[in-house]
């Protein structure tokens, strides 16, 4: 089961990838990951430029390490379209029940699923290499 409720609160911050300091998206994803034993690549991308990401956000650019789910399993990537350019360039981890754990605008917070459909681009599953 994966063990996250020490993460709930923590800020938000720009390249953040320290769970004491703060985390952003791909921070708190690389972080719930490395607890299941795996080592994701990291992307350190303007957080403000939703193309770029789009473009170089590393669920995009091998898709020989990620999976595409036809339903969220718990662990997996959730990724996700904040911008209206139709790049992705937000991501999440689902924790079950419907909700997933995403760092977002001041925290790291639980949500719903089904808030976030009308933006959810996918659901992945790490295929990659494990540490």
Not at 53 to 69: A, E
Request: glycine share 10%; hydrophobic share 35%.
């Amino acid at each position: 089961m994966l063990k996250y409720d020490d993460l709930i609160g923590i800020p938000y911050v720009d390249y953040g990838r320290d769970p004491q300091k703060g985390l952003d998206c791909w921070g708190l994803a690389m972080e719930l990951y490395r607890r299941r034993g795996i080592k994701l690549p990291d992307n350190l991308f303007d957080p403000r430029d939703a193309k770029l990401i789009g473009q170089k956000f590393v669920w995009q650019r091998d898709h020989s390490l990620w999976r595409r789910l036809d339903q969220p399993e718990d662990g997996c990537l959730v990724v996700i379209r904040l911008a209206d350019e139709g790049w992705a360039n937000h991501c999440g981890v689902y924790i079950g029940y419907g909700e997933f754990i995403h760092a977002y605008h001041t925290s790291v917070v639980v949500d719903r699923v089904r808030r976030w459909l009308p933006r959810i681009v996918g659901f992945y599953d790490w295929v990659g290499d494990k540490t």
